[in-house]
């Protein structure tokens, strides 16, 4: 089983600014990779997939980079309604499909 | 527009079972698989089950292997999951979610139900 591990577990950002959230594999996962978005009390919402194309209706400010085992979420200008928790996910090599732990994006 | 509805949560004791549905509607339910996945309260997302488009092909966690079933019938539009010798531990809300793209396993959830609460609970 692929482990998806995320870091940090809680990153504090102020509105406007940008947030690097990471996500490694145990091994490699290719471009393999997605990237959710969950608000309270909502579905996560898919945002990139491929390690990097944006899913329809997502946002520019959201950009996604990495290949093999180290992966990058970049929210280059943050809007209030980004604040949320973020999850990566690994689709190669499955079952099981594999999600990380979570970051939360919190209001610094 | 392209829509999971789930329902069938609800309480129940341990040792129970349960049968979760997901409706499907705005896109051909019968060309995409799809999964079943859970989240604990206040905790992560971990997948639960995977069944292919055409049901021909199954997969679960092994946390529930041999307790649950992933089934779908294409007429109906309608994914379901059935719950058997539930334990504590699997109480969690229950999201239904359809694959990006029609190929098998190897591509991302891109359609979320709004997700439907099992308790187990004495």
């Known amino acids: 089983e692929i482990v998806m591990t995320q870091s940090p577990a809680t990153l504090s950002v102020s509105p406007g600014e940008r947030a690097t959230l990471s996500c490694r594999a145990s091994?490699?996962?290719?471009?393999?990779l997605a990237w959710y978005q969950q608000k309270p009390g909502q579905a996560p919402r898919l945002l990139i997939y491929?390690?990097?194309t944006r899913a329809t209706g997502i946002p520019a400010r959201f950009s996604g980079s990495g290949s093999g085992t180290e992966f990058t979420l970049t929210i280059s200008s943050l809007q209030s309604e980004d604040f949320a928790v973020y999850y990566c996910q690994q689709y190669n090599n499955w079952p099981p499909w594999t999600f990380g732990q979570g970051t939360k994006l919190e209001i610094k | 527009q392209v829509q999971l509805v789930e329902s069938g949560g609800g309480v129940v004791q341990p040792g129970g079972s349960l049968r979760l549905s997901c409706a499907a509607s705005g896109f051909t339910f019968s060309s995409y698989g799809m999964h079943w996945v859970r989240q604990a309260p206040g905790k992560g997302l971990e997948w639960v089950a995977f069944i292919r488009y055409d049901g021909s092909n199954k997969y679960y966690a092994d946390s529930v292997k041999g307790r649950f079933t992933i089934s779908r019938d294409n007429s109906k539009n309608t994914l379901y999951l059935q719950m058997n010798s539930l334990r504590a531990e699997d109480t969690a809300v229950y999201y239904c979610?359809?694959?990006?793209?029609?190929?098998?396993?190897?591509?991302?959830?891109?359609?979320w139900g709004q997700g439907t609460m099992v308790t187990v609970s004495s």
């Open positions: 979610a359809k694959v990006h793209l029609a190929v098998a396993g190897t591509t991302a959830f891109d359609i």
């Open positions: 091994q490699s996962v290719s471009s393999n």
């Open positions: 491929g390690a990097s």
